[in-house]
């Protein structure tokens, strides 16, 4: 993708389809596994379910968790970056930003940040999709995963 402009319509990222095939298989499996058990009920087949959603349990919380320390990175380079353009006489505002304010901001290009960065202040914009459609030089983002 990195040979395409990024833009709103284009920059959201899908989950991996390494995630979505094991998502298949553990969910034909669990379909596998409550079929076992509602026509031949057996402990093994109770132990089977029970271990597919304790599977499936595990998959969303890991990739819940690595979108939560995604977001804590893109936090801290947005501030970094936000202090570098702005000046630290800013620091407080960057730094009384939500998480969701400088996710939007970070598709910005530099040479915008600063004036979305007032507009966002001023009218305590939170939506970070509503952030995100207001930015018109895109900076694009090729590394996210």
């Known amino acids: ?37 509602a026509t031949a009920f057996s402990l093994s087949s109770l132990m089977s379910g029970l271990f597919t959603i304790a599977i499936l349990m595990i998959a969303f919380y890991a990739r819940r968790h690595a979108l939560g320390v995604q977001d804590r990175v893109i936090r ?5 970056r936000l202090e570098r353009i702005l000046g630290s ?12 304010q400088l996710i939007g901001l970070r598709f910005a290009s530099d040479g ?25 030089v895109w900076r ?3 590394q996210r995963i």
């Open 112 to 136: 915008e940040v600063a004036a979305l960065f007032r507009t966002i202040v001023e009218e305590t914009i939170e939506d970070r999709k509503e952030i995100k459609k207001r930015v018109k």
């Open 1 to 37: 993708m990195s040979g395409i402009t990024q833009n709103y319509d284009n920059h959201s990222k899908s989950p991996s389809k390494y995630f979505l095939v094991a998502l298949g298989l553990i969910g034909a499996h669990m379909i596998w596994a409550f079929f076992v058990m």
């Open 76 to 80: 801290l380079e947005e501030q970094i």
């Open 140 to 142: 694009a983002d090729h």
């Open 89 to 100: 006489e800013s620091r407080e505002e960057i730094h009384g930003m939500a998480t969701e």
